[in-house]
C-alpha cells in the first residue's frame, strides 16, 4: 500500500492555459474522488468514479473542467483556459466500496 | 441541505490538557459524521467516523466524538493534548441524498496548536 499519489506537487501556469493533473488512487480501490480546497476552507466536492464512470458531478465544476478514468485505474482532471479564481488545492481521493477515504497530498494550482 | 459549522478557526491548548473541538451539522436524513485531521504537507486522514451505532465513537490517536442529535453536535475530544497532535481538524458530514458516502460536506477547519 502505497497511498494515494498525485502528481505534480504544484503547478504554476498563465490565465487561459490548460492543466492537467493525475492522480494514481491506491490500487484495489474502486472509487476515486476529486476535492478541492482553498485557503481558509475545507475541501469542497467535484466529482466521483466507481471503476471507470463518473457517477456524480458537483455544480461547482464548470464545463471548462472534465475528469476521467480510463480502465478504472488512475484518473486525470483537465482544466480548459484556466482563471485566477481555479488557484485552489486539488485533492484526490481513493476507497474501496463505503469505506473510508484515503487522501493524496494534492496538487496546489497556482494561475497567474 | 445538509451543512457543518465548526467553531472557532484556531484552538490553543497546553500539552496535557483537554482538547475540544466543536462540530454543529444540519441534515435532513439520519447523517453520516466524519473527522478529518490534516498535517502540514500531508493528505486528510480519517480520525473517526459515525454511522448510526454507537453514539460514543473512538478513533485513533486517543481522540473520541460524541453524537448528540438534541444538540446537532459532533464534538471532538482528547483527554490529553500531545505536541503532535498540532494540525488542522476537519468535520464532516456525508451528502446523504442518495449518492455516495463519500461525497461529503466539509467544514471550514480548526487548527489546533499544542504549548509545551
Known amino acids: 500500500d502505497t497511498g494515494v499519489s498525485q502528481n505534480p506537487r504544484h503547478k504554476i501556469t498563465k490565465r487561459g492555459q490548460n492543466v492537467t493533473f493525475r492522480c494514481d488512487p491506491i490500487?484495489?480501490?474502486?472509487?476515486l474522488y476529486w476535492y478541492r480546497q482553498t485557503l481558509g476552507q475545507g475541501p469542497e466536492f467535484l466529482t466521483y468514479?466507481?471503476?471507470?464512470?463518473?457517477?456524480?458531478k458537483s455544480r461547482l465544476l464548470s464545463d471548462r473542467f472534465s475528469a476521467e478514468r480510463p480502465k478504472g485505474s488512475f484518473s486525470t482532471l483537465e482544466i480548459q483556459r484556466t482563471e485566477q479564481g481555479d488557484s485552489a488545492m486539488y485533492l484526490c481521493?481513493?476507497?474501496?466500496?463505503?469505506?473510508?477515504?484515503?487522501f493524496g497530498s494534492g496538487t496546489q494550482l497556482s494561475v497567474l | 441541505a445538509q451543512s457543518v459549522t465548526q467553531l472557532g478557526s484556531h484552538v490553543s491548548v497546553s500539552e496535557g490538557a483537554l482538547v475540544l473541538l466543536r462540530c454543529n451539522y444540519s441534515?435532513?436524513?439520519?447523517?453520516?459524521l466524519f473527522w478529518y485531521v490534516q498535517y502540514p504537507n500531508q493528505g486528510l486522514q480519517l480520525l473517526l467516523k459515525?454511522?448510526?451505532?454507537?453514539?460514543l465513537v473512538k478513533g485513533i490517536n486517543g481522540f473520541e466524538a460524541e453524537f448528540k442529535k438534541s444538540e446537532t453536535s459532533f464534538h471532538l475530544t482528547k483527554p490529553s493534548a500531545h505536541m503532535s497532535d498540532a494540525a488542522e481538524y476537519f468535520c464532516?458530514?456525508?451528502?446523504?441524498?442518495?449518492?455516495?458516502?463519500?461525497?461529503?460536506?466539509f467544514g471550514k477547519g480548526t487548527k489546533l496548536s499544542v504549548k509545551p
Open positions: 490500487s484495489e480501490h474502486n472509487r
Open positions: 481521493a481513493s476507497s474501496l466500496l463505503t469505506e473510508k477515504l484515503f
Open positions: 464532516a458530514v456525508s451528502r446523504g441524498d442518495g449518492g455516495s458516502q463519500g461525497n461529503l460536506i
Open positions: 468514479f466507481q471503476n471507470e464512470a463518473q457517477l456524480e
Open positions: 459515525y454511522t448510526s451505532a454507537a453514539t
Open positions: 441534515s435532513s436524513v439520519p447523517p453520516y
